[in-house]
Every structure is written in structure tokens, then in C-alpha cells.
Nanobody, 124 residues
Framework: QVQLVESGGGLVQAGGSLRLSCAAS????????VAWFRQAPGLEREFVAV???????DYADSVKGRFTISRDSAKNTVCLQMNSLKPEDTAVYYC??????????????????WGQGTQVTVSS
């Protein structure tokens, strides 16, 4: 059974940093697209970042230049380094894995596996 577990969330002040981790079972991070999504109260879940099986990455415009996604295939882990955090980054952050890689990676509907999320709160 595929298992994704997020960690690293917490409460930080604006301008601070957090590093989120998504630990996956098996070899998920090496043979799936792996993405981060987030959802704030009352809002739709939105795409944040993706790392594809061929190692290319993409980011939401709102986080470009501040967030970096990476993976360590040997450790079956994908991380999201978040710098210069803003109050509007406050949300529950989820990692997700897509078995099929030739898809629209910004669409949450294409992902097969999801973690339970980790809360990120940024205060001003």
C-alpha cells in the first residue's frame, strides 16, 4: 500500500522559513510525479509545486523564487523548502503522487495518492 507522510509544518513569522518533507513508501518519488498542494480555510485546494519523473519542476506564480521542490530518490523523500514566507502562505500543505506522468500536473484530479497534510501558519 502506498503511503505518503508529510512533516515539517509549524508556526513562523513572516519572512521566516520552513522545510516540509514528504516521506513515501517504496520507490514512489522516482517513478511518479510528486507535487505539493495547499488549502486555506474556505478556499479551493491549489497547486504549489511539482517535480516530475524526468526531474523538471514547476511552481505556482505566487511561490516562484521563494519555494524550491527537490527529491532524494534513495530516501524516497520529496521536500519543499519555503523561504520568505508570507501570511498568505498559511494553509494545510499536502503532498501527492501521480502514477501517470503525461498529465496536467496542476490538476489535483490526476493524483492517485495523497498524504494527510501538515499545517503551515505564518504570522505577521
Amino acid at each position: 500500500q502506498v503511503q505518503l507522510v508529510e512533516s515539517g509544518g509549524g508556526l513562523v513569522q513572516a519572512g521566516g522559513s520552513l522545510r516540509l518533507s514528504c516521506a513515501a513508501s517504496g520507490r514512489i518519488v522516482s517513478n511518479h510525479n510528486v507535487a505539493w498542494f495547499r488549502q486555506a480555510p474556505g478556499l479551493e485546494r491549489e497547486f504549489v509545486a511539482v517535480i516530475k519523473v524526468w526531474e523538471s519542476t514547476d511552481y505556482a506564480d505566487s511561490v516562484k523564487g521563494r519555494f524550491t521542490i527537490s527529491r532524494d530518490s534513495a530516501k524516497n523523500t520529496v521536500c519543499l523548502q519555503m523561504n520568505s514566507l508570507k501570511p498568505e502562505d498559511t494553509a494545510v500543505y499536502y503532498c501527492a503522487a501521480s502514477e501517470y506522468v503525461y498529465v496536467n500536473y496542476k490538476d489535483e484530479g490526476v493524483y492517485d495518492y495523497w498524504g494527510q497534510g501538515t499545517q503551515v501558519t505564518v504570522s505577521s
